[in-house]
């Protein structure tokens, strides 16, 4: 199978998706998080590895868009 090759328009649009399921995934904990009557900060503490996998993800997509627009 021949692979096709990944556009900036596509990363573009993946780093759009990632960014929305980023704020998703933090407003729908910590409003949970206030029904259980949990802190805050707690709860931001759990969240962070998952966060910051995130951003990690999104940096690294963001890098390879800058290089294909670089290169085109």
């Not at 409003?31 to 805050?40: D, F, I, N, R, T």
Request: proline content about 3%; hydrophobic content about 40%; aromatic content about 2%.
């Amino acid at each position: 199978m021949a692979k096709t090759p990944v556009t900036a328009a596509d990363l573009a649009e993946l780093i759009n998706e990632f960014e929305k399921y980023r704020e998703r995934l933090v407003n729908e904990t910590m409003e949970a998080a206030k029904k259980a009557k949990l802190s805050k900060k707690a709860t931001m503490a759990k969240l962070e590895p998952q966060l910051a996998d995130i951003d990690a993800k999104l940096q690294r997509i963001r890098e390879q868009q800058a290089n294909l627009t670089a290169s085109d």
